[in-house]
């Protein structure tokens, strides 16, 4: 993974920052378990609510069936947008994670199996054997934190190629 915010040289000062806006974004995918996924296809745009995990290089990974409409929507069209956020009531407090990429189904599912389980113990008991879920991988490109307690419209943004 490449991590690129802009397209001025990077200096020590400017890469410490990054590192630290990488670790805000990681921590927040961390403590959250909800994203909304937005996929589009011949029907128009769909948005789905998924539970997720997330690894050190900011993937997503939902489990899902591929018969559901964003299912067979990724296998069209791979490019995704994701949103994450908590319930919130003030604007002040508003928080979050928007970002686009693609999508695409986990070929070797044991370690995003694990990853999942980790997270979410529950879901081993609902996971036929067999069964028609499977994981898919959103591979982030784009991300934006936004952060409504730094100011209104506070975002920090990052590339990822």
Partial sequence: MHIKVSDEPESEERGGEMGARLERIKSYLEAHHVLTLATVDEGGAWAASLFYASDDALNLYVLSDPATRHGRAIVRDARVAVTVHGEIREWMAIRGIQLWGTAGEVTEAEETFTRYIEKFPFAAALIPVGGPHRFYRIAPRWIRLIDNSQG??????????
């Fill in 152 to 161: 209104l419209g506070f975002k920090e943004e990052i590339r990822l190629e």
